[in-house]
């Protein structure tokens, strides 16, 4: 029992296996850990660490008591048949991951806002132009998905002076923000977005939800980021926005299919701005100390941090 | 007397004309704005507010009385003639214009820490490559230059986490901040700086301030992001350290030369992200209620702000 005994972690990363283990020698030095494939005898482990776990990974864990996402994404675990939806699924919550995904929407938000696609346009043809600048107060980002990202991301834009509103999934006030949430005000807030930023999981509600229909209520000059999941955009149709000049730009750090395969527009598509996933990677030093004081606060009869809700889709 | 008498100001723009007179007309309503050249007889004239004034200006102006500078940087004003250096020189301190600079320089950090250019490279090859990103604290920025734009910067990146240093020419502790001061101290601040941003302003004791010997003391991977003027990189200098390897890459805003010549290898250097001096500009709403505010303030008996020094030069 992980409550008064012995914790023996499964881990299985994200290819960082050496990174991993070090850092949970430093933080859980009485951890047990077994890197899959090598679990031993998989009736001691009593939690996992995972990323994409294999299909049939769960029937093996008979004591397993708890399942950390590696990802602040689950949907690499939730599609998983073997997955034991009954046991905690505790989402990854660390201060590096969070940093990250900030950095990387505000670079993008900055580049959109600052007009850097027309200067770099500009400085292929020598072209010097003093292109007038609008203010970040006079700049609406709309961000979707109002989690820890999307929260600590329209926090640090309201800093900056940027006008920010929010979209989530249901009702609920967030101090400082207005809110968006639901089907029925999707296009209200759309309609407001001049830069777009998807920052929602991967669910049945979420998938293709920025598509032809919903990307015509954008104002005509919007950009959107993506750094959510590929499959919140639809490809296809936003390529055509793109080709037809009724959305002007776009960032993409995630697509349908990872990697991009190698024939895709989207590669070298002169309005878009393609990342290969990199807007924030969970960092080992910092998350294996919240996975130790998640494990500590257990014993002490505190709830799991986080929780993924496996019948809403995270 | 503009103390107690009416207000005649003297308007010299940055190619704004009727903008600056709408933001005059708004914020100060009883002020009479005279465009140069046309100044009707210029005995009246009691305050100027300029860019880039002719040489022979002042010789016309006997009862001028406060010279507002329009952009932060004086040196425009400082190298004319007939300049009264007895008079109060106000220098250009208003939210927009520090906001857009912060932006701009912020961009650019988050570029060359998250690792943009080398991506962008990858992109065009069709390469997928998660890169290893360093979290913002394991990353030095180095800001040259200490004034309101400088700390505004230093304080948004210190938010984000980055390892902050700054440098400036006198001595004195800024809260919160390691600072270095004078050229004994120039060598350990660049030998720290990862992304050194410069927001100096163009002084005798600045000018080439970054050049071979300097550029060597920064770390191999460094990069330099110039937003301040100019001249304070050599530019020959700076390519040779680009192309050698010893340079990671710059960002350019401002040149040797404005417009920058159509022949210069600034334009399309790879290594070179360059922009044609928009990194920031006063913004006359903003300035003019700035402007309306410190004669209201002088007329109460209280000192003008924001004052230049022609003796150090700026």
Chains 1, 2 share one sequence.
């Not at 049939?56 to 990802?71: M, Q, R, T």
Request: contains cysteine.
């Amino acid at each position: 029992m992980l409550e008064d005994g012995k914790a023996v972690m499964l881990l299985k990363t994200d290819a960082r296996d050496k990174i991993w283990i070090d850092a949970f020698a430093q933080a859980m030095p009485e951890l047990e850990v077994r890197l899959w494939p090598d679990m031993g005898d998989p009736s001691e482990i009593n939690c996992a660490l995972l990323w994409g776990p294999p299909p049939e990974l769960f029937d093996a864990l008979d004591n397993l008591e708890v399942i950390f996402s590696i990802g602040a994404g689950v949907d690499s675990l939730l599609t998983c048949p073997t997955l034991p939806t009954h046991l905690p699924i505790v989402r990854m919550v660390e201060p590096e991951l969070t940093a990250g995904m900030v950095e990387f929407c505000l670079f993008h938000v900055l580049r959109f806002h600052r007009l850097m696609p027309q200067l770099e346009t500009n400085r292929i043809a020598r072209h010097w132009e003093e292109l007038t600048q609008a203010p970040a107060s006079e700049i609406t980002v709309g961000v979707m998905g109002l989690g820890v990202l999307g929260m600590a991301l329209a926090r640090q834009l309201t800093a900056l002076r940027y006008q920010v509103i929010g979209y989530r999934r249901g009702p609920g006030e967030v101090d400082g923000l207005e809110v968006f949430h639901g089907e029925a005000q999707l296009e209200a807030f759309m309609r407001r977005s001049e830069i777009l930023v998807a920052l929602m999981p991967s669910t049945q509600e979420t998938r293709g939800l920025i598509n032809s229909r919903t990307l015509s209520w954008l104002p005509p000059t919007a950009y959107v980021i993506n750094a959510g999941r590929g499959d919140l955009v639809n490809e296809r149709d936003l390529v055509k926005a793109l080709d037809e000049g009724s959305l002007a730009g776009a960032a993409l750090d995630v697509f349908e299919t990872e990697p991009l395969p190698r024939d895709s527009v989207l590669w070298t598509h002169a309005k878009v701005y393609m990342t290969p996933h990199v807007a924030s990677i969970t960092h080992p030093p910092t998350a294996c100390r919240y996975i130790a004081e998640a494990i500590d606060d257990f014993r002490q009869g505190k709830p799991w941090p986080n929780l993924v809700e496996p019948g809403r889709g995270y």
